[in-house]
């Protein structure tokens, strides 16, 4: 079962490592293999890489 992805901007259910699973525009994220910690209630950011809107899924 896959991850359940989170976009920029969403709260973190939980505390955890995420990294980007593809960009909200559409683009590819095969570049980018950015990971951030998220706290939980904390937003998704931008993708530190492209500085775009992103999916993120739990590692």
Do not use: C, H, I
């Not at 590819?28 to 950015?34: L, Y």
């Amino acid at each position: 079962m896959a991850n359940k992805p989170y976009r920029t901007g969403d709260r973190a259910p939980e505390s955890g490592t995420f990294r980007v699973d593809s960009l909200v525009s559409g683009d590819s994220a095969s570049n980018d293999d950015t990971e951030v910690v998220v706290e939980k209630g904390e937003q998704f950011p931008l993708s530190p890489s492209s500085n775009e809107a992103a999916n993120w899924v739990k590692v």
